[in-house]
């Protein structure tokens, strides 16, 4: 199932620019079962240790954290059937992280979560997860930094998860991709003919960079190649006249390209892969004059971007191109943001989806 760290549950039978953290009253009353003394989120009757282990060298500020879990005995018996119960902290117990709940499946405790740490360093982060308490709406938008333009998860809502509200639309119903599992939690799967999502060309010009520095990312899993030019999303980008940025897939090598109308670069990202998800990423660094591309977390290349103009345009974000160079296959977690992402970021925003050691979560305390 697709299920921010993404986070895998162990379930056990034993006894989230906001940056905003707040600390809530805590207890230091001692605890039953084997849980220690010290700070307790108050009103709430249990929680788990969750903790987090990138592989990176560098400390990442803000990143949101997928926590995702199929299934929880422990969730689904002791917490609202809702999820709106449950809250995150920091180490030491207390401080509230801004967290966005995308699904919670009540009884069977499956829930799909994204939470902002504050700080990720390269040594193991621990948080904590509590259940059983009081009603606490998920602070929602405020989880994804200011930097994110869109975020679309691309679940059983096509919405923006950011604070922009750009909403990923189908032209109608029988042309809207359909819903099957992702890499986290749920995907929606193009059929390499009329299916398609429309992002609207916002008036803030938030999704488009000019002449500024931007990053873009997804998963994707392709079961066929169309073509040799398949696009996956795009904003103009792909012919001469047409100012932009968009990938291109296919049964040739895949690249990510950007067109200022007359001068385009376009990195490679690696060779078709088929029938598994792949993790897709791009930064166009202004200052370095660098325009980098990334595949499953590591560096593939590179292209100078002397001489590329202002990439904006009024073209919509169309995530699963339809007309010229039609996209199949399933698109998960799209991702565009204002200014550079770290390697270090983007191989932290792979690992956290694609491997089971980013994320343990440890045995159920009661208070």
Known sequence: MKWPVAVAFVSCACSFDHG??????????????????GPWLAGYMRRKPITITAPISSTLTDFPVAIIEAADTQLGQAARGDGHDLVFTAADGTTILDHELVRYGGASGAVEAWVRIPSLAPAPTTIYLYYAGPERAPAGAATWPSKFAGVWH?????????????????????????????????????????????????????LDFGTGSFSI???????????????PIAKGGSTSGDPGYCMLFGSGPWHIKIHDGSTYRDPVIGLE????????????????????AYRDGAFATVEPTIGVGSLSSAQPLILGVVDQAPFRGSLDEVRISTGTLSADWIKAEHANLATSTFVSIGDEQQR
């Open 217 to 231: 990312s997804l998963w994707a899993k392709v079961p066929q190649s169309q073509g040799m030019f398949d696009a």
């Open 20 to 37: 905003a953290t707040q600390t809530d009253s805590t207890t230091s009353d001692a605890q039953t079962g084997d849980v220690p003394n």
């Open 154 to 206: 691309l679940g059983a809502a096509t919405t923006d998860s950011t604070s922009h509200d750009h909403p990923a639309l189908g032209p109608t119903p029988g042309k809207t991709p359909s819903l099957v599992d992702g890499i986290a939690g749920s995907a929606r799967d193009y059929d390499g003919n009329d299916d398609t999502l429309v992002i609207a060309d916002p008036a803030d010009g938030s």
């Open 273 to 292: 892969t088929l029938g598994e998800w792949v993790h897709v990423a791009a930064v166009l660094d202004r200052s370095a004059q660098q325009f980098l």
